[in-house]
């Protein structure tokens, strides 16, 4: 999303807003990404801040997707905070965590009434609070062998990820979909929670879903039990990294 926002705001016409009634920033048009830069300014007032934000929010929620990527865009330096503080210590996938942060701000920019103070303060904490239900969701991030402080990965060589998840699905490992599923998201970069809207399901049963498939096919990985895979001699079958 911020390279998204990057590239909005490049090249000969960046993306702008009007600023010249607002009496803590420069008159005339400024690019977004300057003016995400002086709302985090102390010396830009509420008042300048408020404005700002009800002008994006209006502008995202009349179905302009260009406004929407930029009122994430705006956002992302308090976005990155938030996913910081709720992915520290975490075993899970910080992905994970980046989608739901993502889903969490753009459910909260299309139902938030543009006329409310401290809109950006609102639609990070929606998007902080959505993030830490998949933190405390209670599905086991990894499993972790007891002998090792950190769980370990597959004995390399263990073939490009592409083959691999061919491999397993041709193993009865795991199905198409969940190959479908890892390759999207943990190799092509799609966010989690964009795949589980195109599969039509919540974006915290998407990840149980990658997970419980991830860790059958580290476990067969870790047995040497897929085809062309070789196999760590001092790996625990039964351990998952």
Same mark, same amino acid.
Do not use: K, N
């Given at each position: 999303?911020?390279?998204?926002?990057?590239? %909005? +705001?490049?090249?000969?016409? $960046?993306?702008?807003?009007?600023?010249?009634?607002?009496?803590?920033?420069?008159?005339?048009?400024?690019? %977004?990404?300057?003016?995400?830069?002086?709302?985090?300014?102390?010396?830009?007032?509420?008042?300048?801040?408020?404005?700002?934000?009800?002008?994006?929010?209006?502008?995202?929620?009349?179905?302009?997707?260009?406004?929407?990527?930029?009122?994430?865009?705006?956002?992302?330096?308090?976005?990155?905070?938030?996913?910081?503080?709720?992915?520290?210590?975490?075993?899970?996938?910080?992905?994970?965590?980046?989608?739901?942060?993502?889903?969490?701000? %753009?459910?909260?920019?299309?139902?938030? /009434?543009?006329?409310? $103070?401290?809109? +950006?303060?609102?639609? +990070?904490?929606?998007?902080?609070?959505?993030?830490?239900?998949?933190?405390?969701?209670?599905?086991?991030?990894?499993? %972790?062998?007891? /002998?090792?402080?950190?769980?370990?990965?597959?004995?390399?060589?263990?073939?490009?990820?592409?083959?691999?998840?061919?491999?397993?699905?041709?193993?009865?490992?795991?199905?198409?979909?969940?190959?479908?599923?890892?390759?999207?998201?943990?190799?092509?970069?799609?966010?989690?929670?964009?795949?589980?809207?195109?599969?039509?399901?919540?974006?915290?049963?998407?990840?149980?879903? *990658? *997970?419980?498939?991830?860790?059958?096919?580290?476990?067969?990985?870790?047995?040497?039990?897929?085809?062309?895979?070789?196999?760590?001699?001092?790996?625990?079958?039964?351990?998952?990294?």
């Amino acid at each position: 999303m911020d390279s998204a926002f990057g590239l %909005l +705001c490049a090249g000969p016409r $960046p993306l702008s807003l009007d600023t010249t009634e607002e009496p803590d920033l420069p008159d005339g048009p400024v690019p %977004l990404v300057r003016l995400r830069r002086l709302l985090l300014d102390p010396a830009t007032g509420r008042q300048s801040r408020d404005a700002v934000w009800r002008r994006l929010v209006v502008h995202a929620q009349s179905g302009q997707p260009e406004w929407v990527i930029a009122a994430a865009g705006m956002a992302m330096p308090s976005l990155r905070r938030a996913a910081g503080r709720i992915a520290f210590r975490w075993h899970g996938d910080a992905a994970d965590i980046d989608a739901e942060l993502l889903t969490g701000f %753009l459910t909260a920019l299309r139902r938030v /009434d543009p006329d409310l $103070p401290r809109l +950006c303060q609102r639609l +990070c904490r929606a998007a902080a609070s959505a993030a830490r239900r998949v933190r405390h969701a209670g599905v086991p991030a990894v499993a %972790l062998h007891g /002998d090792y402080p950190e769980s370990q990965a597959p004995h390399r060589p263990y073939g490009h990820p592409d083959l691999v998840l061919g491999r397993a699905v041709r193993a009865g490992v795991i199905t198409a979909a969940e190959a479908d599923l890892i390759g999207r998201t943990r190799l092509g970069g799609e966010p989690i929670a964009v795949r589980a809207a195109a599969l039509g399901v919540a974006t915290h049963a998407a990840i149980m879903r *990658r *997970r419980r498939a991830e860790y059958r096919l580290v476990a067969q990985i870790r047995a040497g039990r897929i085809d062309g895979l070789l196999r760590d001699p001092d790996a625990d079958p039964a351990g998952v990294g």
